[in-house]
């Protein structure tokens, strides 16, 4: 095609991209004169009420003033939720056919119902608390207008498919006790008012935990990201990653990865990543080679991956945070190398891809310099940055400890002088241009001089991890001071570079450049925000119906009977249901649906067949599933963003992109087998020694699936890929069969070996006993038990709610009371039944060889296969 065709067809895909991007992401509506401005303005005094909450200026102004201006964690969802309903109302169409250029009459009815359905809550919220659960008739009208407005509101942002689903539960709700609902499902039922006060009158149901955290953290991570790509960030990391990574094979691809994977830091979508970057990397990944769906399918891959990124992943981190107990700090630790893995692996399988299609990289700058220069330059490079980081690491750490009570003060000092610093450096180059990805390259730019022109823009990102891991400070609050410092240097760069450059623009357009900068991204970062926040309210009522109806148990019964009690088989369905439950759906709703229902099943399940996994990585594993329904057909929407840039089939490119996201899927399973690759109980060194392991079987890994290693690859080669890799990842599963993981122990021993134990040990049990509703069938469950301070055994084990007495050759188990720590894993058995509840056994660790003598084998394997296909090579491997 030519550049001129290729120009052509861009044009008209970025006005589809444009029309996807605004139907899904910020609002589809553009209305001119009052009412535009109207909007605009409601959607800046949201993210200034954000922020405002998240400040100490409420207890200032309360104490101050001698008003009551603080709110509440159930008032800032109240209004949260408030400005979401009418921005959605607003900003987004309610039919295909609704005015795109004005508000309709009936779209400003809707939107005050939905404010008044929710601001009802917080200026009568004395009277309904003195009422708690006996409705007035008001109550269940406002309840079920507030459901009707928020089930509009989704519909609007979000498309029919979390309409149906949250409908589903709804209607389950009302209708589940009914003759004609299968009897393995029905419950007992609820009344009208029950469920209106459930939903929508307390904690329970929409303004539950999920709104909680999109009210409190998520919209200030989403708004620093909008004033980041406001800012010129974006465009600095696409140029950045192209001037690095573009001479190498297929380099258009592989600096649309890295893009990706920078974006993902700030953003909260994979669809607005495949349009931020994709719209630059597609087009030139086409002139290098790629075919339109292959360079659509890793723009897909990669965005999406883009959401299991530390530090926001899509803004369901928090969410992650708040459902398990891990703190933010220890879940971006557990979450950071399946990410980096999956990354490499991504770059790993692009030059694959470049080297069957006999593809080379763009032509690097010219060289000049002898080699002594160009090499002292590159250790100059490498010393200012490692200077920049031991700033970082050790300097701020220093300044806590020097300074105790003026850290605060220290610290926004430091951030100054390195802001004017760095920004003296950047204004001696000019700034970065939007580049047109269809004008011929005719060299790269040099790394330095892209680099050195925006390292201001790492500074508010070095702000938001100095204050969550060196100061220690909530999400919220570390978000705040980041967004704060991100507002600072949006509002202070071109009037600062103006003046260190001295150049003829007047100080008053400059300062003007900078507010519309503010503005707009304040702005961005709401509209952004109006899916979020419907879809987390809409969220609730799931999570809602799921606490009164225990709708998850019946799920894992369903999904138990036909998986057969196979664990393997189990899991598989629940990938297969995470897929289809995440089809269409946000990343955070998304998350909230299949957590909601499947994590319960893997902890249920996986303990009954003896495995025995952290939360954490149970809500990990839906969470990778559902992100992969993104890029799974027929939906897939980030597929179809990417096709109407590429021009290419959205089917055949979200088909291509799965099979590249393949590695993405099997990471799940291998993290809950081998916890090392979450970092729990691992050392530095080991966890160095996992990372390097792991990297290299999933590129082993990625060459199986792609069929191509050094050469092409054979079946049996594939075949013997797959197996290193396995090996690689999960050595214990041969171990397992060459040495048994515990020595049995009969349960009457549970007392003495509680005793015996150090302080604080766990202790891996087996419960046995009739289950409650079935009372024929005798269940098993797994069990860690967590025993605490040192004391003998009887009392280690009641202090964590389990008492037992000793019956012939049994241990018998009473029931444990309500509240307790272990009530809710064995609240299934039957206690009074003619067969008892009994500690069948303890397992006990067995001395074995360490599992990495079969890396031996795994290596000797591989290094068969590289011998055969090194006489097959035709061109290098790298």
């Not at 992401?25 to 200034?48: D, H, P, Q």
């Not at 979390?162 to 609902?181: R, T």
């Not at 030139?284 to 360079?295: D, H, N, S, V, Y």
């Not at 509680?754 to 766990?762: G, I, K, V």
Request: with cysteine; proline share 5%.
């Amino acid at each position: 095609m030519s550049v001129a065709n290729d120009h052509s067809q861009t044009q008209k895909s970025n006005v589809d991209v444009d029309m996807m991007v605004a139907e899904v992401e910020t609002g589809a509506r553009s209305a001119a004169g009052m009412v535009g401005k109207f909007i605009l303005a409601l959607a800046f005094v949201w993210s200034a009420f954000q922020l405002y909450i998240a400040s100490d200026l409420p207890f200032v102004l309360t104490q101050s003033l001698g008003l009551n201006l603080v709110f509440n964690n159930q008032e800032s969802r109240q209004i949260h939720l408030a400005f979401a309903l009418v921005l959605a109302m607003l900003a987004y169409p309610l039919f295909k056919s609704s005015p795109r250029n004005r508000v309709p009459w009936y779209d400003w009815i809707l939107a005050i119902l939905g404010a008044a359905s929710c601001l009802y809550l917080l200026f009568f919220k004395d009277a309904i608390a003195q009422r708690a659960g006996l409705p007035t008739t008001a109550d269940i009208a406002i309840s079920a207008i507030g459901m009707i407005s928020l089930a509009i509101a989704v519909y609007r942002a979000l498309g029919l498919p979390l309409v149906i689903v949250a409908s589903i539960f709804v209607f389950y709700v009302f209708f589940g006790h009914l003759s004609f609902m299968p009897e393995a499902i029905q419950w007992k039922g609820a009344s009208l008012g029950k469920a209106m006060w459930h939903y929508w009158m307390q904690t329970e149901g929409v303004f539950g935990v999920a709104l909680g955290v999109s009210a409190s953290m998520i919209f200030l991570f989403v708004l620093f990201g909008a004033l980041l790509e406001k800012a010129g960030a974006g465009n600095y990391f696409i140029k950045l990653a192209f001037a690095l990574l573009g001479h190498l094979r297929g380099g258009p691809a592989k600096a649309a990865v890295v893009a990706s994977a920078l974006s993902g830091l700030y953003s909260g979508s994979s669809i607005a990543n495949v349009v931020t970057t994709g719209t630059f990397t597609i087009p030139l990944m086409k002139r290098t080679g790629f075919k339109p769906e292959k360079a659509g399918a890793v723009e897909v891959a990669s965005s999406t991956n883009g959401q299991l990124t530390p530090p926001v992943m899509g803004a369901a981190a928090f969410l992650i945070s708040e459902f398990t107990g891990v703190s933010y700090p220890e879940l971006i630790k557990h979450a950071f190398l399946p990410a980096i893995i999956s990354y490499i692996a991504l770059v790993y399988i692009v030059h694959l891809e470049a080297l069957k299609l006999g593809l080379k990289g763009l032509k690097r700058p010219s060289v000049t310099a002898s080699i002594a220069s160009r090499l002292s330059g590159v250790l100059l490079g490498f010393i200012l940055m490692a200077a920049l980081a031991a700033v970082v690491y050790y300097g701020l750490g220093w300044i806590k400890v020097a300074f105790p009570g003026l850290t605060f003060t220290a610290a926004a000092l430091t951030f100054l002088v390195a802001y004017v610093v760095l920004l003296a450096v950047a204004a001696r180059h000019p700034d970065l241009e939007m580049d047109d990805p269809n004008a011929p390259i005719d060299e790269l730019p040099r790394a330095w001089d892209v680099a050195i022109t925006g390292f201001y823009f790492l500074l508010p990102i070095v702000v938001l991890i100095w204050s969550i891991l060196v100061e220690r400070l909530s999400p919220m609050t570390s978000a705040y001071w980041a967004t704060v410092a991100m507002i600072f240097i949006v509002l202070t760069q071109h009037p600062l570079k103006s003046m260190l450059r001295k150049t003829g623009s007047t100080m008053s357009q400059s300062i003007r450049q900078g507010f519309v900068d503010f503005g707009n991204g304040m702005v961005a970062g709401a509209r952004s925000m109006i899916g979020i926040g419907v879809a987390t309210g809409a969220a609730g009522i799931i999570v809602g119906t799921v606490s009164l109806t225990g709708a998850h148990q019946v799920i894992g019964e369903f999904v138990e009977f036909l998986s057969g009690g196979n664990l393997m088989v189990m899991l598989l369905l629940v990938a297969v249901m995470s897929l289809v439950l995440g089809m269409g759906l946000p990343t955070t709703a998304n998350y909230i649906v299949v957590s909601s229902l499947m994590a319960p099943v893997i902890v249920t399940v996986g303990a009954q067949s003896g495995l025995i996994v952290p939360l954490v990585a149970v809500h990990l594993f839906v969470f990778y599933f559902g992100i992969l329904a993104d890029d799974t057909p027929p939906v897939g929407l980030a597929a179809f963003a990417a096709a109407a840039i590429s021009g290419g089939d959205p089917i055949k490119t979200g088909i291509q992109g799965f099979a590249y996201d393949i590695r993405t899927a099997l990471l799940p399973f291998l993290f809950l087998f081998n916890t090392e690759l979450l970092l729990i109980d691992v050392t530095p060194l080991k966890a160095v020694f996992v990372f390097g392991v792991a990297v290299v079987a999933m590129m082993l890994f990625a060459a199986a699936t792609q069929g191509y290693f050094l050469a092409k690859s054979r079946i049996w080669e594939t075949a013997a890929l797959l197996v290193v890799a396995f090996t690689l990842f999960r050595p214990g599963f041969w171990l397992d069969y060459v040495q048994p993981p515990f020595i049995d122990r009969p349960g009457t021993d549970v007392v003495a070996l509680a005793a015996e134990a150090p302080e604080n040990a766990t202790l891996r049990i087996v419960v046995s006993g009739p289950d409650f509703d079935k009372p024929d069938q005798i269940d098993e469950l797994t069990m860690m038990v967590e025993l605490g301070p040192i004391a003998d055994g009887e009392t280690r084990l009641a202090n964590v709610g389990l008492t037992v007495m000793e019956d012939g050759d049994k241990m018998l188990l009473e029931e444990p009371f309500p509240g307790t720590r272990y009530f809710s894993d064995l609240q299934g058995y039957d206690y009074y039944a003619d067969e008892s509840v009994v500690i069948a056994k303890v397992q006990m660790p067995a001395e074995r060889m360490p599992k990495e003598v079969f890396y031996i084998p795994a290596l000797l394997l591989l290094g068969l296969v590289v011998a055969m296909q090194r006489r097959r090579q035709t061109v290098p491997a790298f």
